[in-house]
């Protein structure tokens, strides 16, 4: 005898949607992601006797002056009055501040665009990997399924600040083949090789700051928006005709007044705070920041003992905006930015909330952990000046992210879903469909036993689920 069973859920109730984000299983990527570029050219010493490195002529000079090596205390109070000298010279041009000391991001300068003079068929977006702010329009742009529509040019960081593009060229698809992560690419509309280039192509030139995420009209030539939360929102609701998740609202009328209350706190503590701990130039600045930033997650943290998401059982905007910034967390800003009170492994609830996120089908694949810690460690204006990346902390690598979060426990919501056995017994083939009402998400062991019982299947049915 054998027997076969499968459940269904219906895919007419509005219960779909979830379902569809949960039961799929999350991708298989590679544990250890492939490298993504060549490391920086080394800045240590070059053995090589006919190109002598700054640090070789330094390290000559010195010895000429001083002999062997320079007294300790010389070299300390130079190095250190250099050092504070030129990192305040690069802080105050490349992360401007208040007169207390604390960073004040610039203001991007292309907001909000009307999105019906927009055309989706002539839209392209530039983001990159490391930047939490580019990863939300990624993010976005996959769960409404929309890459079909807009496709993404992926820059990297340069040695020079400037986001850059590969130039390998037309055979290297935008993810890896192995994992299906997005990884660098070229720029596959205007095929430049910085993104400054792409943004001096619109009408009238431009000499700001150029910033991704950008959304590009490639028929006008012309920078559509490059503020994240502004592009989000577009892409949450401006292209539902010929979005392939249509259905899928991440910021719901009724939600609304929630999302905002929920961004209000999240963006100045936690998405920008965390930037506020790492670019402070003053210890007060510092204080200020990590004091708001801690008591913002305390909060985030208690909130989510008992609500899934941050606005209930439907994940929204603000859950990508916290995710993104979550996700670099323990990689990165606990160390770098001096985020130093508590990482997210050790909240009872964020990490498990992270993994939750993480897990949606299409979710993973924007996290190229490897290089957000390139991006940080080796890229970004040189806070890192020996660019030594530190090892990746094991409860952030993919093996991790991928375990159980047990979250969907906390769904408040009945729903009534339709589920369809189908068995053979004897060489009979038995179909039977039945109503259920669960608050879970998935078809867990709890209700297939509950199942078994109200319905009264033979226990020996062994149900297998199937992608819905
Ligand atoms: N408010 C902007 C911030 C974007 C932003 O600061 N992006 C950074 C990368 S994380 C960038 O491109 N910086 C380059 C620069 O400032 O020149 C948004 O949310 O889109």
Redesign the pocket.
């Known amino acids: 005898m054998s027997t076969t069973t499968s459940l269904f859920i219906s895919p007419t109730t509005p219960f779909t949607t979830t379902v569809t984000f949960t039961t799929i299983p999350p991708p298989k990527l590679n544990p250890k992601p492939k490298k993504l570029r060549q490391s920086p050219p080394k800045m240590s010493i070059n053995n090589s006797p006919k190109t002598p490195t700054p640090t070789q002529l330094i390290t000559s000079f010195t010895k000429l002056l001083w002999g062997k090596s320079l007294p300790p205390q010389l070299l300390i109070s130079t190095v250190r009055t250099t050092w504070f000298t030129f990192w305040q010279l690069m802080m105050s041009q490349?992360a401007p501040s208040d007169p207390s000391g604390s960073y004040t991001?610039?203001?991007?300068q292309f907001p909000y665009p009307n999105p019906t003079s927009l055309n989706p068929q002539t839209l392209h977006l530039y983001a990159?990997l490391?930047?939490?702010?580019?990863h939300?329009t990624l993010i976005v742009l996959a769960l409404k399924g929309l890459e079909h529509v807009i496709p993404v040019s992926i820059a990297s960081p340069g040695l020079d600040?400037?986001?850059e593009f590969t130039p390998r060229g037309d055979k290297h698809d935008r993810k890896d083949k192995l994992n299906n992560v997005f990884i660098p690419t070229r720029d596959k509309v205007n095929g430049a090789k910085t993104?400054r280039e792409v943004y001096k192509m619109r009408a009238g030139g431009y000499e700001g700051?150029?910033?991704?995420?950008m959304l590009w009209d490639f028929e006008k030539k012309e920078v559509v928006c490059?503020?994240?939360?502004?592009?989000i929102e577009l892409l949450n609701s401006g292209f539902n005709d010929v979005a392939r998740n249509p259905d899928l609202d991440l910021s719901p009328l009724e939600l609304k007044a929630q999302i905002d209350e929920w961004n209000r706190i999240i963006y100045p503590s936690i998405n920008n705070g965390v930037y506020r701990c790492g670019f402070a130039q003053s210890q007060e600045a510092y204080d200020t920041a990590v004091d708001e930033l801690f008591s913002a997650l305390n909060k985030v943290d208690d909130h989510l003992r008992s609500s899934r998401y941050l606005c209930g059982d439907k994940l929204t905007l603000a859950d990508v905006c916290l995710f993104t910034t979550l996700i670099r967390f323990d990689l990165v800003y606990n160390v770098m930015f001096k985020c130093t009170k508590k990482k997210v492994v050790e909240y009872q609830n964020l990490h498990g909330y992270m993994r939750d996120i993480y897990q949606i089908p299409h979710v993973a694949e924007t996290c190229n952990l490897d290089a957000m810690l390139d991006g940080y460690y080796k890229f970004l204006f040189p806070l890192n000046p020996g660019n030594i990346r530190p090892v990746m902390p094991s409860a952030s690598d993919h093996e991790y992210l991928l375990q159980s979060h047990n979250r969907e426990n906390l769904s408040t919501s009945q729903q009534s879903v339709q589920v369809l056995v189908s068995y053979e017994i004897h060489n009979t083939f038995t179909r039977r469909y039945f109503h259920l009402r669960t608050r879970h998400r998935r078809i867990s062991p709890f209700t297939l036993s509950h199942l078994r019982r109200r319905f009264d299947l033979p226990p020996f049915l062994v149900p297998q689920l199937c992608k819905v």
């Open positions: 490349l991001r610039p203001i991007s990159a490391p930047c939490p702010w580019a939300r600040g400037s986001w993104l700051r150029c910033t991704v995420p490059n503020e994240s939360y502004d592009i």
